[in-house]
C-alpha cells in the first residue's frame, strides 16, 4: 500500500541544535503537509508544499519537497524548547485520502 | 462551531461494550478523516468520507469497526464488542475539498477498554 516512512522516529537535541526530520514515500506524492502535534495535543497544519523541488521557510524552520516528490524534509535552526513536540508530514497520492507519515518525536534539553 | 467538536473527550467502557464516538466537523468542510493514535504513536488512517460517502475504508481493524456520515455534516464511528486493543486517541479531522486544503483536527476522544 501507499505509506510514508518518517526518520528518525525520536530525536533528542540541546537547546540550540538544529534539528531535520526526513519523510519518503514510495510512490509520487500529489503535494506534501506538514503537522506540529504537541504533548498532549492534536495535530496542527504547519504548511503545505506542491510542487517539486519546493522550498518554504517559516522564520527557524525551512521546508522542501524533493525533485521527484517523493520525499521531503523539515529542518529547525536553533532549536528552543517551544519546538518540543511530533512532526508529521502527510501527503495525498492523487486522492483525498489524506496518509500521514510515522512522524518524529523531538525533545529538547535545555 | 469555529473547528471541529469531537464527544466524548474520554470513555471508559467495558470489554465487549459498544460504544459510539462523535465528530462534529468545521461547516462546509466535505472531507471528514478518522484516526486512530495509540499511546506515542503515529496516527493510523481509519477511513474518509467525502460527503456521505467513505470511498475508502481500508484503514478499519475488523468488522467490529463502523462508521457513517449523515447530511454532509456528523460522523459517527461505532465500535462493537470493545476489546483491550482498541484503546487508543480517535482523532477526527476535516477539510475542505482538494487536496491541497489542510486538515483541522479535534481534540480527539480517549477510550479506554477495562
Known amino acids: 500500500g501507499q505509506q510514508v516512512m518518517q526518520i528518525p522516529q525520536y530525536q533528542h537535541v540541546q537547546e540550540g541544535e538544529d534539528f531535520t526530520t526526513y519523510c519518503n514515500s514510495s510512490t509520487t506524492l500529489s503535494n506534501i503537509q506538514w503537522y506540529k502535534q504537541r504533548p498532549g495535543g492534536h495535530p496542527v497544519f504547519l504548511i503545505q508544499l506542491v510542487k517539486s523541488g519546493e522550498v518554504k521557510k517559516q522564520k527557524r524552520l525551512t521546508f522542501q519537497f524533493g525533485e521527484a516528490k517523493k520525499n521531503s524534509s523539515l529542518h529547525i535552526t536553533a532549536t528552543q524548547t517551544t519546538d518540543v513536540g511530533t512532526y508529521f508530514c502527510a501527503g495525498n497520492f492523487g486522492n483525498e485520502k489524506l496518509t500521514f507519515g510515522t512522524g518524529t518525536r523531538l525533545t529538547i534539553i535545555p | 462551531g469555529a473547528g471541529v467538536s469531537q464527544s466524548p473527550s474520554n470513555k471508559v467502557t467495558e470489554k465487549g461494550k459498544d460504544v459510539e464516538l462523535r465528530c462534529d466537523p468545521i461547516?462546509?468542510?466535505?472531507?471528514l478523516y478518522w484516526y486512530r493514535q495509540s499511546l506515542g504513536q503515529g496516527l493510523e488512517f481509519l477511513i474518509y468520507f467525502q460527503g456521505n460517502s467513505a470511498p475508502d475504508k481500508s484503514g478499519l481493524p475488523s468488522d467490529r469497526f463502523s462508521a457513517e456520515r449523515t447530511g454532509g455534516s456528523v460522523s459517527t464511528l461505532t465500535i462493537q464488542r470493545t476489546q483491550q486493543e482498541d484503546s487508543a486517541v480517535y482523532l477526527c479531522a476535516s477539510r475542505r475539498t482538494g487536496l491541497t486544503t489542510e486538515a483541522f483536527f479535534g481534540q480527539g476522544t480517549r477510550l479506554t477498554v477495562v
Open positions: 461547516s462546509g468542510h466535505t472531507a
